[in-house]
Structure formats: C-alpha cells, structure tokens
C-alpha cells in the first residue's frame, strides 16, 4: 500500500505549528516585493508525523538488517554519537560567534584533525569538506596548486585507474585537469607497464585507491608511488577505503602524498538517506601550505593551568574556501566521539574484524560464485554475478532476490573491471551468524538461477514494492508534483 | 572493542575456515618495514564516559539557547518544532543510504521528491536537484551548469558584490583551474545597473543575492531582461525563509535559484551539516549535478519512485559528468521537508512576517539611538546595517556582558565597511530581548 | 544482431553509408543493444558545420549509461534528423534506418579507408565480449 504525498494529505485552512502572535509594532511590506500564494501543504501535526513514519517503514537501513554495500562501509551507527552531536553546546553555537567563545568546538577539531593525521601518518588536516568528492576536489586542487606555485604549470594530466570510482575522473575534470586511463592487470593492480608509460613532465599526479576497489591491497605499491614521485608527480590516496587499514598500515608512511577520509564511511557517522558525510583531506609537510581556507590551529599555548587558545587560521598558500563556514561540525563531533570510544586498540580491531569477516564471505561463497581476484583480501571483495549455464540471470537479478530475504544487496555493476559485479562488503560490525545466513541466502539464490531463474527475474516479491519502472521515470521525468507555471519569458 | 561482536570462538571458526593460523596473517601483502604502526591515539573510554567528556567540552561555548542571539550572515537561529529531529531520529532514515536499490528505499525516495516539489513550490523553478553541500557549493555549481549549458563558449561570470563573501570565495576556488573571468564584485558600488552593464556574449552567468548579503531586497526583473539578451543565464541566491514573504525569482526571470538551507529547520551546529537548496528550469536538467528522484510506476501497478537521469553522474559518466558530487545531504533535506511540511503555507508565511516586524522594530529603535544610524534606508527582510560609533568587536566584547550575541562586523570582508555590524533579527528574538539590545547598545557608548 | 554488409564502421561502434560523397551515420544494433532502453538523444551539431573525424556529433542516454557518438570521418553538415529527439526510442528499433542522425559532405575520402567492414566490425564486437 502507498504512502499519499504531502500535497495530497493537505487540507485547505489546516495549519501545523502554531506561533506566537507578533509583539512588536508592525512595519508595512514592500511594495512589489511580496508575493501572493504560497504553495505549500496544509496539514496537522499529526498527519505530518505519521507520513514521515509510515514513509520510513519502507526502507531498509543498517538498523533494519545486513547491508554489505561495497565501498560504502555501512558499520552500525552508534546512538551515543547521536546524543553527543546534540549536546547544546554544540548544537546551538554559531559558526560566526567569536573563536574565544567557541573553544570547545575548536578543541574538538583540532584533536580531530590531530588523530587523523596520525592515522594516516599525515602532518596536516582540513575538515572543510563535505564528503568523499569534495575532499577529492581539494586534494587535486591542492596537488595543481603545488606544481603551480613551483612555477610548472605544464603539468596537467591526472592518472585514474580504471577500476577506480566515479567521482575520481570527474574530481579531475573538474579541476582543469585531464584524465589519463591506466589499465589494471590481470591481478587486479595498476598495470606498472601501462603506468610507467605515462609517466612523464606533464603529469601532475595519480588517484590512487588503496586497497583498490576490488578490495585488495596494491601489490606494487611502493613502485607505483615511486615511479610517479620520480616523474615529479604527486600520489592522491582515496581514502574510501581505510577501514581495512586503521592502524595496520598509514598511507602516509607508504608516500601518498594526500588522502581525503570518509566519515560516514571509516568513523561510523550515519549516512543519512544520502549524507550528510564529512570528507577531511590530509597532506603531508610540503602541502601543508595548501590546505583548505581556514583550518584549526593553536593560537597560543596552554600550560598546566590552561588549556591553549584556538583559533582559525587561512594557511598560507591555501587553495580557497570550498564551502562555507568550517565543514561539518555536526557530523566531526560524531566522529569523535567514535574515535574516543575506540581508542587506540579499537581501531585496529576495526580494522581486523572488518578483513576477517571480508574473507570469511570470500571463502565461504566462492565456490558458489566466481571470485575472479581470488586471493586474501581486505574490508571487501568482488564477486561475479552470473553463470555460464544460466545465461538469463545477472547481477541484478540476484541483488533483487536478496531483499525477499531481509538483505539490502551489494554494489552492482561497480567496480567496471569485473563483469556483473556484485561487491561485497560486511564491515566488523556484523557476527558470525549475520555472515552465515547471507551466505545461506547467496547459495539458495544461486540454485534459483538453475532450478527457477523466473523468480529471480520478478524478484523482489517481499518487499512492500516490486521493480520500479526505471526507463518510463527517464522518458517521462516527473521530477516534480504541483508544478508551478513558472517561465514569464 | 565497542561494537565488535566477535568472540574468541568466532574467531578460531572464521579463521580456520579461511585456512589462516592468526590475525596478523591477513596482512601479508602489506610491506612489512611500514606495518602495524604504533599510533600516538588515546586509550578507548566507555559510553558510560564520554557523555561527561563530551559535555565538558560543549559547555565551553556559548551558545545560542543561553543568549540573545543578533548574529546571522548566512546562518540564522529559528525556531525548529520538534517532529523535525524526531523524524530524522528514525533509524531507517538515517542509517540507510542513496537509495540505489529503489524498492527498499520508497521512505527515502519519496522523501526526496516530496523535497524537490515544495522546494520548486517556493523558488518558482522547475525542477529541483536532492540537494547540494550548501549554498555556496550550489551557486559554484550553477555557474558550471552555465558553463556547460554555452558549451565551454562562454568565459565570463558577473558575480554581485552583495553575494556572500564566503559564497564568492567558494565560486573562486572550485573555478580555479577554468581560466574564468570573474567580476563584478570587486566593488560594493556595482549594483544592478552597472552588473548589467558588465553583460556581454562572453558572459555565461550573473549572479545576485536575495535578500543579499546585507539584508536589502530589491527587484531584478531589469536585470533578468538584461541577462536574456546577452544570452546569459540569471542565478538568484536566496534565503529560501525570505521567500515565505517576498516574490519567488522565477518571477524575475531567473534560470537558477540557489541557496543556503539552513534557516528551514536546521540547527545552526556551528556551520554544518547544512543544505545546499539547487533548483532550476526543466531545460537544464540535463546539466544540473545532483541527484535527481522521478515518478515511476513498479511491477505491480504502484505509484513509486527512482533515482534518474543518473547517466549525468559520476558513477556513470565518470569524466564527463557534470559534478563529482556523490554523498549530498540527504538526512538535511529531510529535515527541511519535514519543518516546511508542519509549518505549512500559513506557518512559513507567519515566520518570515515575525522575522520582518521585528527586524524593523530593532532598526527603527536603533536608528532612534544618537551614536548610531542606519547603513541603508531601502527595503530589507531581517537584517539590516548598522553604522557604530566604535569598533563592532568592542561593542560585541561589552554585549556579552549582557548575555547578548551581537552582530557581523562587516569590516572583516568589505574594507570600506569598517564600524560597522551586521544585525539579524527571527521569529524568536522577543520584544523584551530587542528592547534590551536597545538598551545595551545605549550603555555601551556611554561607557 | 545485425552488422549490414553495405555499410562501415568504426570502433566507437558507429556506421557510416556512403553515397557519392555524401555520408550518413548513426550508430550500430551492437551499440544500441549494449546501451538499452534509449531515453534521450541530443544532436550537438548543425547544418553547416565543419566537423572534423572523432569530434562530437551528438549525445545519447540509456537509463544505465551515457554515450558519445563521434563522426567517424570528417565532414560538413547538410541534414540533421530532427525527429529523433523526441522519439530517441528509434535508436533501438531501427539503428541503421530511421534513426541515422545526421547527414555530411565527406570532406576527405581517404579517411574512409581507416573504417572497419562489416566483418571486420563484427568480429571487434565479438572480442569485446568476455
């Protein structure tokens, strides 16, 4: 049964939240300026809060059931984290209100950059941007920036795996850069031949995501990082991915010289139906300069007596502001809190459990389905979703099946490299018995596909919709309800 | 180990089952001279203490809720009704994500689209995107949709002086690397008049600010005319509670609509998260970053919805896409569809007209006061310039004394602005608190 | 599938008819299948127009991917194929008839002998598969 939209639970005259009565002398509009319908719904409060509660009911999230979107991270949300990042202190302070009456929230932040510099092993932190993307854009901003400011401004190509996500070439377009594709070989690494033909004077840089996208550690690592520093390149980390590495390994140590974080993914901040996120970006000394327009910084020193005074402060050659205010505070206490609730020895069981449980899936479903990089593997893996002797089922058809089981399914059809991808990523947040009934689940799935594809074809049938019509939403595209005639030209 | 759920046993099964002897094992492939650093972090602490660590550090502000607040540029403390945090307090809102797999997903689908329709409903545009990181972000992307809309012909941007400073700083850093020229904001005397001088075949985009930075509300209809006829497209930034009370500019004329979320229903966190509000006209469409949900129907005869036109994002079109954005702020976008559904046609119009009646009140008193004046006499919506005796960090030094939150100092952007405050005034500032603003203000230069 | 002997082809998976010195093209059942369900097309060029081999002659959407079709020798514009815009669904039910996309002057005929046949194009679509 569908859920009526707010316009059409709307009721003429029916008003919501009441509001105080104007207590001050009033002031006549300006002439011209105002406009004379509003079209907006009228409902109570009521019917307002059971529509968003049924609308709810039909979703799936990480506290509904397994979620093992590959790339995505999708640990369990910790609800203390919700009580912290509500704390009024932190809640009703104004990004604008003097830095000496914010200094809690400065604090927060800069031990925040601090531990994410020291997870990474880098010497600088901005938490300015957004999500993963945006992290991205500054980090080649920052790489463009560096070659310029030595006074090269030939270098303008960016090397991007071909198994690398999207937002990586578009990051680079963005940027001014161009796009230079390296091929994968047949391990699933960068290709070091197709790589060191590349590598020239007009290279700016790589992306590089480590592990990479079919979840596995980079064999040649150190040569590729090698091999684009010798050309006079810079190395971006894509940091997706650090939940197999907390405190096993630093990409800094390895010589990425830049690497953005997820927040939402890594530090366990609710993903929201679509963000908020967080995306920090972090750098080694000589790009320090660069970062982000401001960053926190200790403007004085504390002592045994009293704490240091912080402030924000505009790096020196920093590439600009990339958004607006500081970044997301909301979203950096629960970051924090998550970090100070794991401590030290909890990150690295993060990191342990989030690989065993990856290899775990790994061992008990590839024989089952073809795992074409199939050797030990970190946080996740990628797994083929299709049979020779059952040509009519894809890897969509088998995502659908897995809703009739509870079970939001994995990343389809990414990486590109792998035909009918299905990534695999559980996290450490999952037991054993969650991994072995999505286990029992795929190899049900996979008998279906032989004794009777149909019903994965129509799947999925338990869910409160079946499959949406997604070419008649692109042809048709109603974006919209209520439209207004809106074009006075 | 918080939220680890794995016993020894768990372990001694998994792996033996992978065929390792231990833990460690699962790093082979990691260069041994760089493993298993020993990271300079803290020892874990339990849920049971961190609630009072973290409170300690929150209660080293001040914040809003104990002053009176006059603080706005950009961010503004509303009132937020209670279903808002309740609704994004369910836990399949926030912990699901992009609902790439429609069919478990409707909650947050249909969500998004009920936010793009009351979005549009208000700014008069078309179509609207799910959302972007914020208004600054959003208007750095409507000027690469009109970049992209000429085709990469056209390298001229007209940007307002009245825009938000930072908004501007934001255009300037993501256009870095396009070989763009920029102008009109290099003087706060260019107003539409003279931006629409600046316009040409070479412009891609002008951009204004409504109310602008300042507070002032003008009409750009001349400006919308002026930019059909160079061919450029109009982008107006809005403060979208503004527009519960004043014209939408659609009526203007304007291609894009942007601008900052945050007023609707989202508290003010020191910055962020906030929202990016991106709406603009159907023939754009196609060019407009985002996500985008539309209308569709299932296998069983059921009105639905899906993600579309997602052949323009990253995840398809790689470096050709129109924006890198991925992760947007979906719960945000939420929580503004939430706050304008229970406020309502009468609601948001009773909001934005408390807002305007006081802020004319405060101004009216202040005005009245003998050390100070006010900057401008045109029309203005909640906030409003005021010229200072002294230096606007010295005066909001003293206004803390009496719990009060004083305004911008518009110095530190705009040079020649020196002494002088930007005031905001909302629904929830009370007569008794703008009269005792009134008073301090008095005191303090008597001093 | 289709792979009209008549015709070449390039490896970017368009056709090309010669006819004196004119070409028309379009792109090929192998494209259009790979892509699926067209939901939009745009031509980005017009009468009169220069366009030289490989630069863009018009943009084609699926629900799953976006696509590029590029000329595949160089050539000036004489017709374009209006109706396609609003029936884009032409490119999967008739690739090589009523959903040609545009029509040229071949500029430089010596470009036609880099194409592929048919054979030759059917057999690079082959390999493609896995």
Same mark, same amino acid.
């Given at each position: 049964?569908?859920?009526?939209?707010?316009?059409?639970?709307?009721?003429?005259?029916? =008003?919501?939240?009441?509001?105080?009565?104007?207590?001050?002398?009033?002031?006549?509009?300006?002439?011209?300026?105002?406009?004379?319908?509003?079209?907006?719904?009228?409902?109570?409060?009521?019917?307002?809060? %059971?529509?968003?509660?049924?609308?709810?009911?039909?979703?799936?999230?990480?506290?509904?059931?397994?979620?093992?979107?590959?790339?995505?991270?999708?640990?369990?949300?910790?609800?203390?984290?919700?009580?912290? &990042?509500?704390?009024?202190?932190?809640?009703?302070?104004?990004?604008?209100?003097?830095?000496?009456?914010?200094?809690?929230?400065?604090?927060?932040?800069?031990?925040?950059?601090?531990? /994410?510099?020291? *997870?990474?092993?880098?010497?600088?932190?901005?938490?300015?941007?957004? &999500?993963?993307?945006?992290?991205?854009?500054?980090?080649?901003? @920052?790489?463009?920036?560096?070659?310029?400011?030595?006074?090269?401004?030939?270098?303008?190509? *960016?090397?991007?795996?071909?198994?690398?996500?999207?937002?990586?070439?578009?990051?680079?377009?963005?940027?001014?850069?161009?796009?230079?594709? *390296?091929?994968?070989?047949?391990?699933?690494?960068?290709?070091?031949?197709?790589? %060191?033909?590349?590598?020239?004077?007009?290279?700016?840089?790589?992306?590089?995501?480590?592990?990479?996208?079919?979840?596995?550690?980079?064999?040649?690592?150190?040569?590729?990082?090698?091999?684009?520093?010798?050309?006079?390149?810079?190395?971006?980390?894509?940091?997706?991915?650090?939940?197999?590495?907390?405190?096993?390994?630093?990409?800094?140590?390895?010589?990425?010289?830049?690497?953005?974080?997820?927040?939402?993914?890594?530090?366990?901040?609710?993903?929201?139906?679509?963000?908020?996120?967080?995306?920090?970006?972090?750098?080694?000394?000589?790009?320090?300069?660069?970062?982000?327009?401001? *960053?926190?910084?200790?403007?004085?020193?504390?002592?045994?007596?009293?704490?240091?005074?912080?402030?924000?402060?505009?790096?020196?050659?920093?590439?600009?502001?990339?958004?607006?205010?500081?970044?997301?505070?909301?979203?950096?206490?629960?970051?924090?809190?998550?970090?100070?609730?794991?401590?030290?020895?909890?990150?690295?069981?993060?990191?342990?459990?989030?690989?065993?449980?990856?290899?775990?899936?790994?061992?008990?479903?590839?024989?089952?389905?073809?795992?074409?990089?199939?050797?030990?593997?970190?946080?996740?893996?990628?797994?083929?979703?299709?049979?020779?002797?059952?040509?009519?089922?894809?890897?969509?058809?088998?995502?659908?099946?897995?809703?009739?089981?509870?079970?939001?399914?994995?990343?389809?059809?990414?990486?590109?490299?792998? %035909?009918?991808?299905?990534?695999?990523?559980?996290?450490?947040?999952?037991?054993?018995?969650?991994?072995?009934?999505?286990?029992?689940?795929?190899?049900?799935?996979?008998?279906?596909?032989?004794?009777?594809?149909?019903?994965?074809?129509?799947?999925?049938?338990?869910?409160?919709?079946?499959?949406?019509?997604?070419?008649? &939403?692109? %042809?048709?595209?109603?974006?919209?309800?209520?439209?207004?005639?809106?074009?006075?030209? | 180990?918080?939220?680890?759920?794995?016993?020894?046993?768990?372990?001694?099964?998994?792996?033996?089952?992978?065929?390792?002897?231990?833990?460690?094992?699962?790093?082979?492939?990691?260069?041994?001279?760089?493993?298993?650093?020993?990271?300079?972090?803290?020892?874990?602490? #339990?849920?049971?203490?961190?609630?009072?660590?973290?409170?300690?550090?929150?209660?080293?502000?001040?914040?809003?809720?104990?002053?009176?607040?006059?603080?706005?540029?950009?961010?503004?403390?509303?009132?937020?009704?209670?279903?808002?945090?309740?609704?994004?307090?369910?836990?399949?809102?926030?912990?699901?994500?992009?609902?790439?797999?429609?069919?478990?997903?409707?909650?947050?689908?249909?969500?998004?689209?009920?936010?793009?329709?009351?979005?549009?409903?208000?700014?008069?545009?078309?179509?609207?995107?799910?959302?972007?990181?914020?208004?600054?972000?959003?208007?750095?992307?409507?000027?690469?949709?009109? /970049?992209?809309?000429?085709?990469?012909?056209?390298?001229?941007?007209?940007?307002?002086?009245?825009?938000?400073?930072?908004?501007?700083?934001?255009?300037?850093?993501?256009?870095?690397?396009?070989?763009?020229?920029?102008?009109?904001?290099?003087?706060?005397?260019?107003?539409?008049?003279?931006?629409?001088?600046?316009?040409?075949?070479?412009?891609?985009?002008?951009?204004?600010?409504?109310?602008?930075?300042?507070?002032?509300?003008?009409?750009?209809?001349?400006?919308?005319?002026?930019?059909?006829?160079?061919?450029?497209?109009?982008?107006?930034?809005?403060?979208?509670?503004?527009?519960?009370?004043?014209?939408?500019?659609?009526?203007?004329?304007?291609?894009?609509?942007?601008?900052?979320?945050?007023?609707?229903?989202?508290? /003010?966190?020191?910055?962020?998260?906030?929202?990016?509000?991106?709406?603009?006209?159907?023939?754009?469409?196609?060019?407009?970053?985002?996500?985008?949900?539309?209308?569709?129907?299932?296998?069983?005869?059921?009105?639905?919805?899906?993600?579309?036109?997602?052949?323009?994002?990253?995840?398809?079109?790689?470096?050709? &896409?129109? #924006?890198?954005?991925?992760?947007?702020?979906?719960?945000?976008?939420?929580?503004?569809?939430?706050?304008?559904?229970?406020?309502?046609?009468?609601?948001?119009?009773?909001?934005?007209?408390?807002?305007?009646?006081?802020?004319?009140?405060?101004?009216?008193?202040?005005?009245?006061?003998?050390?100070?004046?006010?900057?401008?006499?045109?029309?203005?919506?909640?906030?409003?310039?005021?010229?200072?005796?002294?230096?606007?960090?010295?005066?909001?030094?003293?206004?803390?004394?009496?719990?009060?939150?004083?305004?911008?100092?518009?110095?530190?952007?705009?040079?020649?602005?020196?002494?002088?405050?930007?005031?905001?005034?909302?629904?929830?500032?009370?007569?008794?608190?703008?009269?005792?603003?009134?008073?301090?203000?008095? =005191?303090?230069?008597?001093? | 599938?289709?792979?009209?002997?008549?015709?070449?082809?390039?490896?970017?998976?368009?056709?090309?008819?010669? =006819?004196?010195?004119?070409?028309?093209?379009? @792109?090929?059942?192998?494209?259009?299948?790979?892509?699926?369900?067209?939901?939009?097309?745009?031509?980005?060029?017009?009468?009169?127009?220069?366009?030289?081999?490989?630069?863009?002659?018009?943009?084609?959407?699926?629900?799953?991917?976006?696509?590029?079709?590029?000329?595949?020798?160089?050539? @000036?514009?004489?017709?374009?194929?209006?109706?396609?815009?609003?029936?884009?669904?032409?490119?999967?039910?008739?690739?090589?008839?009523?959903?040609?996309?545009?029509?040229?002057?071949?500029?430089?005929?010596?470009?036609?002998?880099?194409?592929?046949?048919?054979?030759?194009?059917?057999?690079?679509?082959?390999?493609?598969?896995?």
């Amino acid at each position: 049964m569908i859920e009526p939209l707010i316009y059409d639970l709307s009721s003429p005259g029916r =008003e919501g939240v009441k509001l105080p009565e104007v207590d001050v002398p009033q002031t006549a509009f300006p002439e011209g300026l105002t406009r004379e319908d509003l079209p907006l719904p009228e409902l109570s409060e009521i019917d307002v809060m %059971r529509h968003f509660v049924r609308l709810s009911q039909f979703n799936h999230g990480v506290d509904t059931g397994f979620y093992p979107l590959g790339s995505c991270t999708m640990k369990y949300n910790p609800k203390v984290n919700e009580d912290t &990042a509500r704390l009024p202190g932190f809640a009703f302070s104004h990004p604008l209100q003097d830095t000496e009456t914010a200094q809690g929230n400065l604090a927060l932040m800069y031990a925040l950059q601090e531990w /994410l510099g020291e *997870i990474g092993g880098f010497a600088g932190v901005s938490l300015q941007p957004a &999500a993963g993307a945006h992290g991205e854009l500054a980090g080649i901003l @920052i790489i463009r920036a560096y070659h310029r400011d030595r006074g090269d401004d030939r270098r303008t190509k *960016i090397l991007v795996p071909d198994s690398a996500h999207g937002t990586n070439p578009a990051t680079t377009t963005m940027s001014g850069m161009e796009v230079i594709e *390296i091929a994968s070989d047949e391990r699933g690494n960068v290709d070091l031949k197709a790589l %060191r033909g590349h590598c020239d004077d007009c290279v700016a840089g790589l992306m590089l995501t480590n592990p990479n996208t079919l979840g596995l550690f980079e064999e040649h690592v150190a040569e590729v990082i090698e091999l684009i520093h010798g050309c006079g390149g810079l190395v971006y980390g894509d940091g997706a991915n650090m939940n197999a590495l907390l405190g096993v390994v630093r990409p800094g140590d390895l010589g990425f010289d830049v690497l953005h974080y997820n927040l939402h993914k890594t530090f366990s901040t609710p993903h929201g139906g679509g963000g908020p996120g967080s995306g920090p970006v972090s750098v080694l000394k000589h790009l320090v300069d660069f970062l982000p327009d401001p *960053i926190v910084d200790v403007i004085e020193e504390g002592n045994d007596e009293v704490p240091p005074l912080y402030g924000l402060v505009r790096p020196s050659k920093s590439i600009g502001r990339v958004k607006s205010f500081h970044g997301h505070f909301g979203v950096a206490v629960r970051a924090y809190t998550y970090m100070r609730i794991q401590g030290k020895s909890g990150l690295r069981a993060v990191a342990d459990h989030a690989v065993l449980n990856a290899n775990y899936l790994r061992t008990r479903l590839r024989d089952t389905y073809h795992v074409p990089y199939d050797r030990i593997c970190m946080h996740e893996f990628v797994a083929e979703g299709w049979w020779e002797d059952a040509p009519q089922v894809h890897a969509l058809d088998i995502a659908k099946r897995l809703m009739d089981f509870g079970i939001h399914p994995p990343t389809n059809y990414f990486p590109l490299v792998v %035909r009918e991808a299905l990534m695999i990523e559980p996290t450490e947040t999952e037991s054993i018995e969650m991994l072995d009934a999505f286990t029992d689940a795929m190899i049900k799935i996979a008998e279906e596909a032989r004794s009777d594809p149909e019903i994965l074809k129509t799947a999925p049938h338990n869910t409160p919709f079946g499959r949406l019509d997604e070419v008649k &939403a692109a %042809r048709e595209l109603v974006l919209c309800c209520r439209p207004v005639d809106s074009d006075p030209r | 180990m918080a939220y680890i759920p794995h016993t020894d046993e768990d372990r001694r099964t998994m792996l033996a089952t992978i065929g390792l002897k231990r833990m460690d094992d699962l790093y082979d492939a990691i260069p041994q001279d760089v493993r298993f650093p020993d990271l300079n972090l803290p020892d874990p602490i #339990s849920e049971m203490e961190i609630m009072g660590e973290l409170r300690a550090l929150s209660e080293a502000n001040l914040e809003v809720q104990h002053v009176s607040c006059f603080l706005g540029a950009g961010a503004y403390n509303h009132f937020i009704p209670s279903v808002v945090d309740h609704t994004i307090r369910r836990n399949e809102f926030y912990t699901a994500y992009t609902p790439y797999q429609p069919e478990i997903s409707q909650g947050t689908l249909q969500a998004i689209y009920e936010y793009q329709s009351l979005v549009c409903n208000l700014t008069g545009m078309e179509v609207s995107n799910a959302s972007h990181y914020d208004g600054a972000t959003a208007l750095a992307e409507a000027v690469i949709l009109a /970049l992209s809309q000429h085709r990469g012909k056209r390298g001229k941007v007209v940007l307002s002086p009245a825009i938000h400073p930072q908004f501007r700083q934001v255009v300037r850093t993501y256009t870095q690397g396009m070989g763009l020229t920029l102008v009109g904001d290099e003087s706060l005397d260019n107003g539409v008049e003279e931006l629409a001088g600046m316009l040409d075949k070479d412009t891609a985009l002008v951009a204004v600010q409504y109310p602008d930075f300042f507070g002032r509300i003008e009409d750009f209809s001349k400006l919308g005319e002026a930019a059909q006829e160079a061919g450029a497209l109009l982008c107006v930034v809005v403060n979208p509670l503004a527009l519960g009370l004043l014209k939408p500019p659609s009526d203007f004329g304007a291609d894009v609509v942007v601008g900052e979320g945050q007023p609707l229903g989202i508290p /003010l966190a020191y910055g962020g998260p906030y929202l990016g509000i991106f709406t603009t006209r159907k023939k754009y469409v196609r060019k407009m970053a985002g996500r985008l949900v539309g209308e569709t129907v299932d296998s069983r005869g059921q009105r639905g919805y899906v993600l579309t036109l997602t052949p323009r994002e990253q995840h398809i079109r790689r470096e050709k &896409a129109t #924006s890198n954005i991925c992760t947007n702020q979906g719960l945000m976008a939420l929580a503004t569809t939430v706050y304008l559904s229970v406020m309502g046609k009468h609601g948001l119009r009773k909001v934005a007209e408390l807002c305007y009646h006081k802020a004319h009140y405060a101004a009216e008193q202040i005005a009245a006061l003998e050390d100070y004046s006010l900057w401008h006499d045109g029309p203005f919506f909640h906030e409003f310039v005021v010229n200072c005796p002294r230096p606007v960090t010295e005066i909001n030094d003293r206004l803390l004394d009496y719990d009060i939150l004083g305004g911008y100092d518009l110095g530190k952007d705009y040079p020649a602005l020196e002494n002088r405050m930007l005031v905001a005034v909302t629904e929830v500032n009370s007569k008794e608190e703008i009269d005792d603003l009134i008073s301090a203000l008095e =005191e303090i230069t008597h001093d | 599938m289709e792979f009209p002997a008549n015709l070449m082809y390039t490896d970017n998976d368009e056709w090309i008819r010669v =006819e004196g010195d004119i070409g028309t093209t379009g @792109i090929t059942d192998y494209a259009q299948d790979q892509l699926s369900d067209i939901v939009y097309l745009e031509i980005a060029t017009a009468v009169g127009e220069r366009l030289e081999k490989g630069k863009t002659l018009a943009e084609v959407e699926s629900v799953k991917a976006a696509a590029y079709v590029y000329m595949p020798v160089a050539g @000036i514009i004489t017709e374009v194929n209006e109706e396609l815009a609003d029936t884009p669904e032409m490119v999967n039910s008739s690739p090589f008839d009523e959903a040609w996309m545009v029509k040229f002057e071949i500029i430089d005929p010596a470009e036609l002998e880099d194409l592929l046949d048919a054979t030759a194009y059917e057999k690079h679509c082959q390999e493609r598969e896995h």
